[in-house]
């Protein structure tokens, strides 16, 4: 039996969702972070590797969370972790009054959207798993 991959409405509801689960998981995380970072004396370097950290984390839990239907991980992963990054990047700029594009932002964004890709195949596969359709 072959499984039809036709991107269709709930594909775009799991990415979308997926993609808000893991801006606010990343929000919530980054304002628990800034509190810490107030009350001690954290190097920029810690704070950069832990920042990284924080929207790996987030993007993972998004998309193992977003994600209802198990097809199409791979196209899903990617491109929730890809509105992650805008979402993200809009959202920061707008915080910091800072919309420069860098660099670090650059390899930030990549290894995000390999994260995504590789979370979105692994979330499929689990849902795939425990409904017991292979």
């Not at 409405?9 to 970072?37: N, P, R």
């Not at 810690?46 to 199409?72: E, P, Q, Y």
């Amino acid at each position: 039996m072959e499984k039809k991959m036709k991107f269709g409405k709930e594909d775009l509801i799991d990415i979308v969702k997926s993609s808000l689960i893991a801006v606010v998981s990343s929000l919530v995380l980054i304002l628990l972070f800034a509190i810490i970072i107030k009350f001690s004396g954290i190097a920029d370097n810690v704070i950069l590797a832990i920042n990284m950290v924080i929207k790996s984390i987030s993007i993972v839990l998004g998309i193992l969370f977003g994600i209802k239907h198990a097809r199409l991980g791979a196209i899903k992963g990617l491109f929730s972790g890809l509105l992650f990054v805008i979402v993200s990047y809009v959202l920061f700029s707008i915080i910091n009054l800072d919309g420069k594009i860098d660099l670090m932002m650059l390899v930030d964004s990549l290894i995000i959207l390999a994260e995504s890709l590789i979370s979105g195949i692994i979330a499929v596969n689990i849902k795939d798993k425990r409904t017991g359709k292979r």
